[in-house]
């Protein structure tokens, strides 16, 4: 039986970082540079797709500019709310902007080995585990495949991360890593066997796909053919910008929010001109970069700015926004992660984010970590409960409990407080344990995490694919690797 997802539902508290004026700004700018400066499209069917429309295509260098009334004209045909469907139905995630759902994140090439606790390279089996492990959470909502298969062949790898996530977990799955036309044509036909049918998989859609921008001002050509595929599909596809303060975006927060925004709104913008009406999200995991380094940070001031900014541009285009919000970029699950993740994840949420990407990851995201899952988990439960704000009902205002009890007394044995009492927001992590006995105890919270983790692992069993359905999965992925392989040799001899 599939476990019921518990996501943040209209958040009581709000929070408005950009005054209409600001974000009619950004949008203005945005819409200029789009149109004077152009962005990178280096695809040749994008290419024909934006110069049928009569947007200047400059061949040589693959720069797009766009009249911005065509831009605007096509980003009205995106629908403003959908549906992500789930293998099973209850699990199905409205994107109605009433909802904050979170998921794990990738495309990481590390891991934290769950029993040994060293760091190793990435394998299929830790996307199976992890999977399964975040099927069991009511925090997590959809499954963003969280790691590089690197022991499968390239040309195939995203199809199989796709093949054991629908294995393991009945929740919606988001993937980054179908970057080329024969994965996206496999991966539609993997969604439509999962789905049923055609007309299912268009109504509840299995599976997203989400695609990196190259900032600044540009798409990657591969990702641009994978999604132009899944937008026909009717496949929800978002773009993120992961543009950067000082580096691929300008010193300011407002200056990289606009050399953003011109990526993925012509991204998005490009989608609904192949198919109008196509499903889409804005996507985005704008930083600082950090100035003694040049890394990219993953936590700050401008990150959690970044976090309810983009939300407001995708209010204002009436899309859904997928937001990078756990994605510390802490070595181990220590106090950075736990500042950078509360406070990104807060900030990212009191303004109703309708997807929160990251949990489970380390610096950057490029490490995962069991215990930073479950310590994410916890993050997001508090926010949770904090956004829920404070009852005042008659009941809730305790008059005649406190009646009861007057001066002096206690409410411990209280019917009213054995009615309420475990509504109270409890720990799993965090080490309340008096001084004498936490001084002298072998065990501390990252131990407790593993724990909670390696239990899961052993005794969540999730609903099983059909035996039909999982074959048909595997044959569409030998399929590919045959074709990949014909491919190759043919190359070969010529």
Same mark, same amino acid.
């Given at each position: 039986?599939?476990?019921?997802?518990?996501?943040?539902?209209?958040? *009581?508290?709000?929070?408005?970082?950009?005054?209409?004026?600001? /974000?009619?700004?950004?949008?203005?700018?945005?819409?200029?540079?789009?149109?004077?400066?152009?962005?990178?499209?280096?695809?040749?069917?994008?290419?024909? /797709?934006?110069?049928?429309?009569?947007?200047?295509?400059?061949?040589?260098?693959?720069?797009?500019?766009?009249?911005?009334?065509?831009?605007?004209? $096509?980003?009205?045909?995106?629908?403003?709310?959908?549906?992500?469907?789930?293998?099973?139905?209850?699990?199905?995630?409205?994107?109605?902007?009433?909802?904050?759902?979170?998921?794990?994140?990738?495309?990481?090439?590390?891991?934290?080995?769950?029993?040994?606790?060293?760091?190793?390279?990435?394998?299929?089996?830790?996307?199976?585990?992890?999977?399964?492990?975040?099927? @069991?959470?009511?925090?997590?909502?959809?499954?963003?495949?969280?790691?590089?298969?690197?022991?499968?062949?390239?040309?195939?790898?995203?199809?199989?991360?796709?093949?054991?996530?629908?294995?393991?977990?009945?929740?919606?799955?988001?993937?980054?890593?179908? /970057?080329?036309?024969?994965?996206?044509?496999?991966?539609?036909?993997?969604?439509?066997?999962?789905?049923?049918?055609?007309?299912?998989?268009? $109504?509840?859609?299995?599976?997203?796909?989400?695609?990196?921008?190259?900032?600044?001002?540009?798409?990657?050509?591969?990702?641009?053919?994978?999604?132009?595929?899944?937008?026909?599909?009717?496949?929800?596809?978002?773009?993120?910008? +992961?543009?950067?303060?000082?580096?691929?975006?300008?010193?300011?927060?407002?200056?990289?929010?606009?050399?953003?925004?011109?990526?993925?709104?012509?991204?998005?913008?490009? +989608?609904?001109?192949?198919?109008?009406?196509?499903?889409?999200?804005?996507?985005?995991?704008?930083?600082?970069?950090?100035?003694?380094?040049? $890394?990219?940070?993953?936590?700050?001031?401008?990150?959690?700015?970044?976090?309810?900014?983009?939300?407001?541009?995708?209010?204002?285009?009436?899309?859904?926004?997928?937001?990078?919000?756990?994605?510390?970029?802490?070595?181990?699950?220590?106090?950075?992660?736990?500042?950078?993740?509360?406070?990104?994840?807060?900030?990212?949420?009191?303004?109703?984010?309708?997807?929160?990407?990251?949990?489970?990851?380390?610096?950057?995201?490029?490490?995962?970590?069991?215990?930073?899952?479950?310590?994410?988990?916890?993050?997001?439960?508090?926010?949770? *409960?904090?956004? *829920?704000?404070?009852?005042?009902?008659?009941? $809730?205002?305790?008059?005649?409990?406190?009646?009861?009890?007057?001066?002096?007394?206690?409410?411990?044995?209280?019917?009213?407080?054995?009615?309420?009492?475990? &509504?109270?927001?409890?720990?799993?992590?965090?080490?309340?344990? +008096?001084?004498?006995?936490? #001084?002298?105890?072998?065990? &501390?919270?990252?131990?407790?995490?593993?724990?909670?983790?390696?239990?899961?692992?052993?005794?969540?069993?999730?609903?099983?694919?059909?035996?039909?359905?999982?074959?048909?999965? #595997?044959?569409?992925?030998?399929?590919?690797?045959?074709?990949?392989?014909?491919? @190759?040799?043919?190359?070969?001899?010529?």
């Amino acid at each position: 039986m599939a476990i019921p997802i518990d996501p943040i539902t209209s958040p *009581k508290l709000g929070f408005e970082v950009l005054t209409p004026d600001e /974000v009619r700004r950004i949008h203005e700018a945005t819409l200029e540079v789009v149109e004077t400066v152009g962005v990178r499209f280096p695809s040749e069917r994008a290419l024909d /797709v934006w110069a049928a429309h009569g947007a200047t295509v400059d061949r040589a260098t693959q720069v797009v500019k766009a009249p911005r009334g065509l831009v605007i004209e $096509a980003l009205a045909h995106a629908p403003a709310s959908y549906v992500l469907g789930a293998r099973d139905p209850s699990q199905d995630l409205p994107l109605d902007g009433q909802h904050v759902y979170a998921g794990t994140d990738g495309c990481g090439i590390e891991i934290i080995d769950i029993e040994t606790g060293e760091l190793r390279r990435s394998r299929l089996q830790d996307v199976a585990d992890i999977a399964r492990i975040a099927d @069991a959470m009511d925090e997590v909502g959809f499954i963003w495949t969280p790691l590089s298969a690197q022991d499968m062949p390239p040309e195939s790898r995203s199809l199989h991360e796709l093949r054991v996530q629908w294995a393991n977990t009945t929740k919606h799955i988001q993937t980054e890593t179908v /970057v080329t036309i024969p994965e996206a044509l496999a991966a539609v036909e993997m969604a439509t066997i999962v789905a049923g049918s055609e007309e299912v998989r268009r $109504a509840r859609p299995p599976l997203s796909i989400m695609q990196c921008t190259t900032s600044p001002l540009g798409h990657d050509g591969g990702s641009l053919d994978a999604s132009m595929i899944a937008a026909e599909a009717g496949i929800p596809t978002g773009f993120m910008t +992961m543009s950067s303060c000082a580096f691929s975006g300008p010193a300011t927060v407002a200056g990289t929010l606009v050399v953003g925004n011109a990526e993925v709104i012509t991204g998005l913008a490009l +989608m609904e001109l192949v198919a109008p009406g196509a499903p889409v999200f804005y996507a985005a995991a704008q930083t600082a970069m950090d100035l003694r380094s040049g $890394a990219y940070t993953g936590g700050g001031p401008e990150d959690f700015l970044f976090g309810a900014a983009t939300n407001a541009l995708a209010d204002f285009y009436r899309v859904p926004l997928s937001m990078g919000s756990f994605a510390t970029g802490a070595k181990l699950p220590d106090w950075q992660a736990g500042v950078e993740n509360s406070l990104s994840t807060f900030m990212a949420s009191i303004v109703t984010s309708d997807m929160l990407l990251g949990m489970g990851l380390l610096n950057g995201s490029r490490i995962w970590s069991y215990a930073q899952l479950m310590f994410d988990a916890e993050i997001y439960s508090i926010v949770r *409960k904090t956004l *829920k704000g404070i009852d005042v009902s008659d009941e $809730a205002l305790a008059m005649d409990a406190i009646r009861e009890v007057g001066p002096n007394g206690d409410f411990l044995a209280l019917k009213h407080t054995r009615t309420h009492m475990r &509504r109270l927001w409890q720990s799993r992590y965090m080490d309340r344990r +008096m001084y004498g006995i936490w #001084e002298t105890a072998p065990d &501390r919270a990252p131990d407790w995490a593993l724990a909670r983790a390696r239990e899961i692992l052993k005794t969540h069993e999730p609903d099983p694919l059909d035996p039909g359905v999982a074959a048909a999965l #595997e044959a569409v992925v030998a399929r590919v690797e045959r074709a990949a392989a014909a491919a @190759a040799a043919s190359d070969g001899r010529s």
